[in-house]
């Protein structure tokens, strides 16, 4: 007997919106596959709002309503019969993001839950990553976001330490990442993958993954250092016209990658990592899991 189940994840991010609708395969004594059936993205930045202004402007609360309004729609037109929206950095920080909240669960008729980064790296590490995760290695594993970037060490198939540092691809943009936090980034990492034999990085993130499509290499193979830091140096080559022009980036990433690359690479050095796999894995995956399986709360429609 087969059944097939639709439910849908929403990430507000502090770069963008995304609505994720996966097909849930279920058959009788296998384990449930999970199929994507579709993914709509809408580049709302509300981090360039709140790390520089505190709150979300009237312009952006507005499109949150309208994207909110369309995105309940979209899971009425394709069945989906529950859902769980999780809001992280930008709205976690801004002064009216809990009357932001309201407006939209009273207009829009979507509930959403504010996540705290401990959380954001729970609902993660519910997605498929233990299948990208080979139990006699040792991993760090970097999931770059607009606000902030979560780091977790994976060692024989096991978390064993896990930390969120608000330094993101939107607040680097804008400047507003102190040093002093990078220091403590750089002591974290340093502190927490020396006296392991090698480390290998895993990263997730839009950017990451746009540059594993670029470097044309295929699922499951790893991108090195020396890559990634040409990549890097090409980035800063073009402008940013040129780079959505000639390298035929989105707008609303034609900015971020090059923070989002500085990211990985400062992680890379300060772990010895000469290696970074690119599952393509993301929150709105582990949402997915996290709703099927009951793990935190979701909201029926």
Same mark, same amino acid.
């Given at each position: 007997?087969?059944?097939?189940?639709?439910?849908?994840?929403?990430?507000?991010?502090?770069?963008?919106?995304?609505?994720?609708?996966?097909?849930?395969?279920?058959?009788?004594?296998?384990?449930?596959?999970?199929?994507?059936?579709?993914?709509?993205?809408?580049?709302?930045?509300?981090?360039?709002?709140?790390?520089?202004?505190?709150?979300?402007?009237?312009?952006?609360?507005?499109?949150?309503?309208?994207?909110?309004?369309?995105?309940?729609?979209?899971?009425?037109?394709?069945?989906?019969?529950?859902?769980?929206?999780?809001?992280?950095?930008?709205?976690?920080?801004?002064?009216?993001?809990?009357?932001?909240?309201?407006?939209?669960?009273?207009?829009?008729?979507?509930?959403?839950?504010?996540?705290?980064?401990?959380?954001?790296?729970?609902?993660?590490?519910?997605?498929?990553?233990?299948?990208?995760?080979?139990?006699?290695?040792?991993?760090? @594993? %970097?999931?770059?976001? &607009?606000? !902030?970037?979560?780091?977790?060490?994976?060692?024989?198939?096991? +978390? *064993?330490? $896990?930390?969120?540092?608000?330094?993101?691809?939107?607040?680097?943009?804008?400047?507003?990442?102190?040093?002093?936090?990078?220091?403590?980034?750089?002591?974290?990492?340093?502190?927490?993958?020396?006296?392991?034999?090698?480390?290998?990085?895993?990263?997730?993130?839009?950017?990451?993954?746009?540059?594993?499509?670029?470097?044309?290499?295929?699922?499951?193979?790893?991108?090195?250092?020396?890559?990634?830091?040409?990549?890097?140096?090409?980035?800063?080559?073009?402008?940013?016209?040129?780079?959505?022009?000639?390298?035929?980036?989105?707008?609303?990433?034609?900015?971020?990658?090059?923070?989002?690359?500085?990211?990985?690479?400062?992680?890379?050095?300060?772990?010895?990592?000469?290696?970074? @796999? %690119?599952?393509?894995? &993301?929150? !709105?995956?582990?949402?997915?899991?996290?709703?099927?399986?009951? +793990? *935190?709360? $979701?909201?029926?429609?």
């Amino acid at each position: 007997m087969l059944t097939i189940k639709k439910y849908a994840a929403i990430d507000i991010g502090s770069n963008a919106v995304r609505l994720l609708i996966s097909n849930i395969i279920e058959q009788k004594d296998q384990p449930a596959k999970f199929k994507k059936s579709s993914l709509v993205r809408v580049p709302i930045r509300l981090g360039a709002d709140v790390f520089l202004n505190g709150g979300i402007s009237e312009e952006n609360t507005k499109r949150m309503l309208d994207t909110m309004t369309a995105f309940n729609l979209l899971m009425k037109s394709h069945k989906v019969i529950a859902y769980k929206a999780c809001a992280t950095s930008a709205m976690r920080e801004a002064d009216n993001g809990k009357e932001l909240v309201e407006l939209i669960s009273k207009k829009a008729q979507i509930d959403i839950d504010i996540i705290d980064g401990e959380e954001e790296a729970a609902i993660i590490a519910a997605t498929d990553l233990q299948s990208y995760i080979k139990e006699d290695k040792t991993y760090l @594993y %970097v999931d770059v976001g &607009g606000g !902030s970037t979560e780091f977790s060490v994976i060692h024989l198939g096991e +978390t *064993v330490a $896990s930390k969120s540092f608000k330094i993101g691809t939107v607040r680097l943009l804008n400047d507003i990442v102190k040093k002093e936090t990078w220091i403590e980034l750089e002591t974290w990492i340093k502190a927490n993958t020396r006296g392991y034999d090698k480390m290998d990085l895993i990263g997730s993130g839009g950017n990451i993954n746009k540059i594993f499509k670029v470097s044309g290499k295929a699922l499951g193979k790893p991108l090195t250092y020396f890559y990634l830091i040409s990549y890097y140096n090409k980035l800063q080559q073009y402008s940013y016209e040129e780079r959505i022009t000639e390298l035929e980036l989105n707008q609303d990433r034609a900015d971020v990658i090059i923070p989002a690359t500085r990211i990985y690479l400062s992680a890379m050095k300060w772990s010895g990592a000469k290696d970074i @796999y %690119v599952p393509k894995i &993301g929150l !709105s995956d582990g949402i997915i899991k996290s709703v099927y399986y009951n +793990t *935190v709360s $979701s909201v029926n429609l």
